[in-house]
């Protein structure tokens, strides 16, 4: 792994994804959280914040050892327990089939090489009367930014570790065997083609 990767580009994502609306989606979203929550992609640790009194305790999934080492300092500061797994999210995860109660992703999906497969194994480890919180960028319905995102995606990805700008978020997940009760979808402010973003549950 070079430089950039471990180290420049770990604290160029925490800033991409640490802004006022971003915040205002955390504290939108993740308030439905509770019990044991799976959080594929913790990263830096900014949802820690917004999890409320309802949740027993977090297991953090994420493959950078820079981005734990973040999130841990924040976790500090938090009341919630939470358990740090440095492993890709396609892995097997170290923990039972139906054993937690919610499975959050933020901005996650984009960059995982192998999305339905780490899909899977989230839906493996959620219990039946769970739920999984997602808030993602991904594939615009309006031709011509779709477009751009797919000439974008081959550069963009090389330089922001695998993000893809043009995944049909909605449809990865429900190909996955979840089914989405809710879905707002936005573009955030920004270049259209890094901005268009799906917010929902599924259950």
């Not at 994502?13 to 979203?29: E, Q």
């Amino acid at each position: 792994m070079g430089l950039y990767a471990k180290y420049v580009l770990p604290r160029l994502i925490d800033v991409a994804v640490k802004n006022r609306d971003s915040a205002r989606l955390r504290a939108d979203w993740l308030g439905n959280a509770s019990g044991d929550v799976l959080e594929v992609g913790i990263g830096s640790g900014l949802n820690l914040p917004f999890y409320p009194s309802q949740v027993r305790k977090i297991y953090g999934v994420d493959p950078s050892l820079e981005l734990q080492r973040m999130a841990r300092k924040r976790a500090l500061a938090e009341q919630v327990p939470v358990e740090f797994l440095l492993q890709s999210a396609e892995q097997t995860l170290p923990l039972a089939e139906r054993s937690v109660d919610t499975v959050v992703t933020t901005w996650t999906l984009c960059s995982i090489p192998d999305a339905p497969k780490a899909l899977r194994e989230m839906r493996r480890v959620m219990k039946p009367q769970g739920r999984l919180i997602f808030l993602e960028h991904g594939r615009s319905p309006d031709t011509r930014v779709a477009t751009w995102q797919d000439k974008l995606t081959p550069i963009w990805k090389r330089g922001a570790g695998g993000c893809h700008l043009n995944r049909k978020i909605g449809e990865l997940i429900e190909a996955a065997g979840f089914r989405i009760t809710e879905l707002r979808t936005c573009y955030l402010p920004g270049p259209r083609p890094m901005t268009y973003t799906y917010q929902g549950l599924a259950s």
